[in-house]
Nanobody, 127 residues
């Protein structure tokens, strides 16, 4: 059984930082692209960031570029999302996801290319 378990969410003031982690079990990790999505109340899920299976390429939504960093540790089956300079509009439930197919995928931003999802972790940015 494939499991993705996120951690690291919480409440922080604007300008603060958080680091999310997602551990994958039950399926090979290093062969698959990983991504983070988020969903705020009353909105659709949106893509945040993605990292290629090899870790050599990373991709970011314009809204988080320059503030968030995605990384992976293949030895620990873990993907991370370092979030700096957080804004109230970053408030959402954050989900990690693993690609359906191994190695390169056609679109790193589309949810349909990811077949396994975590349960989510809440991030709240408020003063």
């Amino acid at each position: 059984q494939v499991q993705l378990v996120e951690s690291g969410g919480g409440s922080v003031q604007p300008g603060g930082s958080l680091k999310l982690s997602c551990v994958v079990s039950g399926r090979s990790f290093y062969q698959y692209a990983m991504a983070w999505f988020r969903q705020a109340p009353g909105t659709e899920r949106s893509w945040v960031a993605a990292i290629k299976w090899s870790g050599e390429n990373t991709y970011y939504a314009d809204s988080v570029k320059g503030r968030f960093t995605i990384s992976r540790d293949n030895a620990k089956n873990t993907v991370f999302l370092q979030m700096n300079s957080l804004k109230p509009e970053d408030t959402a439930i954050y989900y990690c996801a693993q690609a359906r197919q191994s190695y390169t995928i056609d679109d790193y931003t589309a949810g349909r290319y990811y077949g396994y999802w975590g349960q989510g972790t809440q991030v709240t940015v408020s003063s």
